[in-house]
C-alpha cells in the first residue's frame, strides 16, 4: 500500500517563499508529482520528480530525496491567486503508475 | 481542445436509484481512473483502467462499478446509491508513462453528487 503525509494547511504572506513537505510510504516508487486546485475546481499538475533533487518551473520548484522518502514543493513570491489547495501523489510502478495522493495542504496567502 | 469532460456535473438523487456518471477524454490516453474527494480525506481512488478491457480496483471500490469498453470512455456506475457516497468525483486521464517521465493527470471539471 502507499501513503502520503503533508500538512493540512500552510498560511503565509504575500511575496514570501512557503514550503509544502510531503512525506510518503509506498510498496514501490516511480515519481513524486504536485498538483494544485482551486476552490471549486479540478486539481492540475504542477511538477514531478523521478530523480532526486530540484526541478525548478518559474516561481515553483519541487524537491525530491527518494532515500528519505521525502519531498516538498517551494513556492516563491507568493501572490494571492497561489490561495489553492496542493496535493502530492505517488506513482508506484504496481499500480499501474496511476498517481495515488496525499489529503492535501490548504494555502492561504494573506495580503 | 485536450480535454476530459464528464457529465452530469451535478446530481441529487435518492438511495437506491441506479445512476452513471460519464467519462470522456479526445486526448487517446491508455489510463483513465475515477476518484472521490471529500473535505480532509484528499483524493481517493475509485477504480482505474489501464487500456481497454483492463480495470482494477482503487482504494475505495465499494459500491462502484466500471467498464472500458472503448478507450475514450470510462462512465462511473452506481448501481444502488447510498447517502456515504455523497461526494465530489473526478475523472482523470493520461498517457503511458515513457524513460522516467510523469504519469501527468488531466482531470475532467468534476461531478458533484448528492445522494439523499
Known amino acids: 500500500g502507499q501513503s502520503l503525509e503533508q500538512p493540512s494547511e500552510v498560511t503565509a504572506v504575500e511575496g514570501a517563499i512557503v514550503q509544502i513537505n510531503c512525506t510518503y510510504q509506498?510498496?514501490?516508487?516511480?515519481?513524486l508529482s504536485w498538483y494544485q486546485q482551486h476552490d471549486g475546481g479540478a486539481p492540475t499538475f504542477l511538477s514531478y520528480n523521478a530523480l532526486d533533487g530540484l526541478e525548478e518551473t518559474g516561481r515553483f520548484s519541487s524537491f525530491l530525496s527518494r532515500s528519505d522518502s521525502y519531498g516538498y514543493l517551494l513556492l516563491q513570491e507568493l501572490q494571492m491567486k497561489d490561495s489553492a489547495s496542493y496535493f502530492c501523489?505517488?506513482?508506484?510502478?504496481?499500480?499501474?503508475?496511476?498517481?495515488?495522493f496525499g489529503r492535501g495542504t490548504s494555502l492561504i496567502v494573506h495580503p | 481542445e485536450a480535454q476530459v469532460t464528464q457529465n452530469p456535473r451535478y446530481l441529487i438523487t435518492v438511495t437506491g436509484k441506479k445512476l452513471t456518471v460519464t467519462c470522456s477524454q479526445n486526448m487517446n490516453h491508455e489510463y483513465m481512473s475515477w476518484y472521490r474527494q471529500d473535505p480532509g480525506l484528499g483524493l481517493r481512488q475509485i477504480y482505474y483502467s489501464m487500456n481497454v478491457e483492463v480495470t482494477d480496483k482503487g482504494d475505495v471500490p465499494e459500491g462502484y462499478k466500471v467498464s472500458r469498453k472503448e478507450k475514450r470512455n470510462f462512465p462511473l456506475i452506481l448501481e444502488s446509491p447510498s447517502p456515504n457516497q455523497t461526494s465530489l468525483y473526478f475523472c482523470?486521464?493520461?498517457?503511458?508513462?515513457?524513460?522516467?517521465?510523469?504519469?501527468?493527470?488531466?482531470f475532467g471539471a468534476g461531478s458533484r453528487l448528492t445522494v439523499l
Open positions: 501523489a505517488v506513482s508506484d510502478p504496481g499500480g499501474s503508475y496511476i498517481p495515488t
Open positions: 482523470a486521464s493520461s498517457s503511458t508513462p515513457r524513460n522516467s517521465g510523469a504519469n501527468v493527470l488531466t
Open positions: 509506498t510498496s514501490g516508487f516511480y515519481g
